[in-house]
């Protein structure tokens, strides 16, 4: 018989989340759409869903690893906090949702509570198995994976019109020839000769 150890746990997670959804025991609280997973989180989860998929993998942690607490699971649900300069250290999961999810799965009758803790109960159990043999025959189709979109570069500024480029030459001055603009005469010179003349038109 087919077992959830025979189907890879994604798959699982997925079809038994679309099962949850059908029960009434199972609810998201009316906080799950602002709250984060863990404080080692950014952002709360992009998934409309994801309470379901969290009890789907809560279910399937405690058929695979119970009995179970909560500070246990906890662990498994962490992740590396990042805290700027300082190296990144690991940080537990949220207790909150984990324990909100083990009270709805037990009211659900899928897990039961002892002294031990939280393990699979005999229709949970089933309830797993049956969906496993499911997904082995017509396994799900590959969640496309996400592609970031690509930032187009900026565009580079024209230049300034009538202004100089980079890399062109100043317009040589008019009525140069070679590049070279014609000398206008001395100062001195002119007033020399204007001297000359004012002696040579004085009466004697």
Known sequence: MTTVYDVPPDHIIRRAAEELKKRKEIVPPAWAAFAKTGVHKEMPPEDPDWWFTRAAAVLRRVYVDGPLGVERMRSFYGGNKNRGSKPNAFRKGSGSILRKSLQQLEAAGLIIHDKTGRRVS???MKF?????????KNPPAPVPKRVKPVAEEPKKAEGRKGGKQKGEKAPAAEGAEGGKAEKKPAAKKEKAEGKKADKAEAPQ
């Open 122 to 124: 005999a229709e949970g």
């Open 128 to 136: 797993l198995d049956n969906l496993s043999q499911e997904v082995k």
